[in-house]
C-alpha cells in the first residue's frame, strides 16, 4: 500500500503562481511513475503532468510552457510548480502514484481555484 498526502492548493488570482507537494509513504520501493491529475466541475479527470523515478516528464498541452513537474526520491516527495495560471485551471489536484505492477494510488485531492 501507497498513502499519498498532498498540499499546497489554494486560492491565486490568474496569472499568480502556486506550488503543489506529494508525499508518499508506505510500500514506496514500488513506484514507479508520479504525477498529478485534475478534476474540474462536471469534467473527467484528466493528466496534467507526469515524472518517471528516472526523470522523463510528460505533460498536458493545455500547461506546457506554464507548469513543471519535479520529484525528490529521496524525499519521496513529488512537486507541481504552476505559473500563469488561469482560471480554466481551477479544479481539483490528485496526487498518483503507479507502482511496477501498474497498480494506482491517489491522494485525496487538494483544490486549485484561479479568480479572473
Known amino acids: 500500500q501507497v498513502q499519498l498526502v498532498e498540499s499546497g492548493g489554494g486560492l491565486v488570482q490568474a496569472g499568480g503562481s502556486l506550488g503543489l507537494s506529494c508525499a508518499a509513504s508506505g510500500s514506496i520501493n514500488g513506484i514507479n511513475a508520479m504525477g498529478w491529475y485534475r478534476q474540474a466541475p462536471g469534467k473527467q479527470r484528466e493528466l496534467v503532468a507526469a515524472?518517471?523515478?528516472?526523470?522523463?516528464?510528460n505533460y498536458a498541452n493545455s500547461v506546457k510552457g506554464r507548469f513543471s513537474i519535479s520529484r525528490d526520491n529521496a524525499k519521496n516527495t513529488v512537486y507541481l510548480q504552476m505559473n500563469s495560471l488561469k482560471p480554466e485551471d481551477t479544479a481539483v489536484y490528485y496526487c498518483n502514484a503507479e507502482t511496477s505492477r501498474l497498480v494506482d494510488y491517489w491522494g485525496k485531492g487538494t483544490l486549485v481555484t484561479v479568480s479572473s
Open positions: 515524472i518517471t523515478r528516472g526523470g522523463t516528464t
